[in-house]
């Protein structure tokens, strides 16, 4: 079992850049995939970038090229460097992991407690 704690956000204009961070708790963080998931108000929440436990990753069409994952499986953290904001990236985001890459986006077995983006136009 892993513990996953986010850190990062914050409120930011149109255009600048962020990086989340989420580290996590145990011994066998470097098998599992890890994700970064986003919620907007009043909408569902969705994958936004995974990276497997080989590095292999895959983003959300609408934020390829601008944000980047990446994973330190030294320091058990991964990352989201998010670029050129827009106020639709605006969403509560959450960090997750599963022992499968097909898992961590069917139903990851392990979430984050989510931090704020907020992106003003």
């Known amino acids: 079992q892993i513990q996953l704690v986010e850190s990062g956000g914050g409120l930011v204009q149109a255009g600048d850049s962020l990086r989340l961070s989420c580290a996590g708790s145990?011994?066998?963080?470097?098998?599992?995939?890890m994700g970064w998931f986003r919620q907007a108000p009043g909408k569902d929440r969705e994958f936004v970038a995974i990276?497997?436990?080989?590095?292999?990753?895959r983003y959300l069409g609408s934020v390829e090229g601008r944000f980047t994952i990446s994973r330190d499986n030294t320091g058990n953290t991964i990352y989201l460097q998010m670029n050129s904001l827009k106020p639709e990236d605006t969403a509560v985001y959450y960090c997750?992991?599963?022992?499968?890459?097909?898992?961590?986006?069917?139903?990851?077995?392990?979430w984050g407690q989510g931090t704020q983006v907020t992106v003003s136009s």
């Open positions: 997750a992991a599963d022992q499968s890459y097909i898992g961590i986006l069917q139903s990851p077995d392990y």
């Open positions: 990276i497997s436990a080989s590095e292999n990753t």
């Open positions: 145990g011994r066998t963080f470097s098998r599992y995939a």
